[in-house]
Structure formats: structure tokens, C-alpha cells
């Protein structure tokens, strides 16, 4: 047997067998620091938050039906900020060209990086990748931002 055809059978054995809530406790936990991870279950699915370098990471999981989604996020600056105008075209400018998968967006009072999928046909390595995606580039881009643009 090739290590291909062995790392494909290994592939599919993890995506037959492993939930999506299993699969992100096992990012979290390559991922997370200072055994900062915590979780909180609901009715409404499942909620993680993690430090990551100088950022919190956040991963929602509503259920493991086709039409549940996988959010993942993380604030990098509070509003109110200096130059608002300055600060949206740079949003912008990276969303086209540094972002990948993810990118950036406003909740609420926050500049935020996200991703968000259904669940539907989610592979173990999506997950990862998504969760991979955002804290990095929270964490790469968070203190650049708060420098150029932070409390007005």
C-alpha cells in the first residue's frame, strides 16, 4: 500500500467516524495556549473560546445537520476608532488580498475575522483550515490595526 492510498483510507476513516465537535476540540487543542480553552454547550449547539498569540478565537457549532453552520471568529479592534474611512478601505483591500477563506467584518462595536460554512459536506481539514485561518490572521493583523487605527 502506497502512502497515498494509506493517507486517503486514513482520511475517510476520521470523516466516517469523528463528529465536527470532535474534530474541533482537536484543532483547539493543537491551537489553544495557556490552557485557555473553555466550551459552553446549549440547546442551541455548541460555543469554544481560546487564546491564540494576542487574540481570542471563538468557534460556534449549532448542530451536525446539513443546514448547521461552523462560525468561527475573532475581534482584532473596538470601536471607536481614528480614521473610520481609512480603516474600511484597508478592511477591504486586505478581504481581496490577504484573507483567503476568511475575512473581515464589523460586529457590533468590533472589527472582526471570520469564517462561516454549513456544515454540510465539512471535512476534518476544513474545519481545521478555518479555524487555523482565523487566528492567524487575527493574531498577525490585530496590533497593526489597534496601532493605526485604535481609540479615537
Known sequence: ??????ETMTDEFIERTSSHKEVIETVIS???????AMVVHTDSGYLWKFQ???VEVFVQ????????????????LKFPIRDEAGL?????EMNWSETLETRFGISGDRVVVLSQRAVADLSPEEISRAITLVATIADDNDESLKEAFGAA
Open 52 to 54: 491564540y498569540g494576542s
Open 61 to 76: 457549532l449549532t448542530g451536525e445537520s446539513d443546514e448547521d453552520l461552523l462560525t468561527v471568529w475573532s475581534p482584532v
Open 1 to 6: 500500500m502506497s502512502d497515498r492510498e494509506l
Open 30 to 36: 493543537s491551537l489553544e495556549q495557556n490552557n485557555s
Open 88 to 92: 474600511m478601505r484597508k478592511l477591504l
